[in-house]
Nanobody
Framework: QVQLVESGGGLVQAGGSLRLSCAASGRPFSEYVMAWFRQAPGKEREAVAVIDRSTPGTTLRTYYADSVRGRFTISRDDAKMTVSLQMNSLKPEDTAAYYC????????????????WGQGTQVTVSS
């Protein structure tokens, strides 16, 4: 399995921006579908953004939750073994613990399909 470490969380005012980064180690990073999930207190963990494995000659497939589409951007750098989440126009409802995660076998938005998880980084958006 791949090991994941997130960074970049913090406190920001509504309308501000944050960039989350996730550094991977272990298995070849390029073999993994990568994603960011988040979980707010009392709520289920939800997929925020997913990015597929890079395939030469094809457009990189991505998914965004409706609540973040147009504001968040997921990207990956296979050479550096990192995945990032650029978050713009943040809203108080974006407040949550954000988790980086990896799946070797399936492009999915379901948490059980992801086998490797980081420890999480807290994002707090004040109004």
């Amino acid at each position: 399995q791949v090991q994941l470490v997130e960074s970049g969380g913090g406190l920001v005012q509504a309308g501000g921006s944050l960039r989350l980064s996730c550094a991977a180690s272990g298995r070849p990073f390029s073999e993994y579908v990568m994603a960011w999930f988040r979980q707010a207190p009392g709520k289920e963990r939800e997929a925020v953004a997913v990015i597929d494995r890079s395939t030469p000659g094809t457009t990189l497939r991505t998914y965004y939750a409706d609540s973040v589409r147009g504001r968040f951007t997921i990207s990956r750098d296979d050479a550096k073994m990192t995945v990032s989440l650029q978050m713009n126009s943040l809203k108080p409802e974006d407040t949550a613990a954000y988790y980086c995660t990896a799946s070797k076998f399936v492009y999915s938005t379901r948490a059980p399909d992801f086998s490797s998880w980081g420890q999480g980084t807290q994002v707090t958006v004040s109004s």
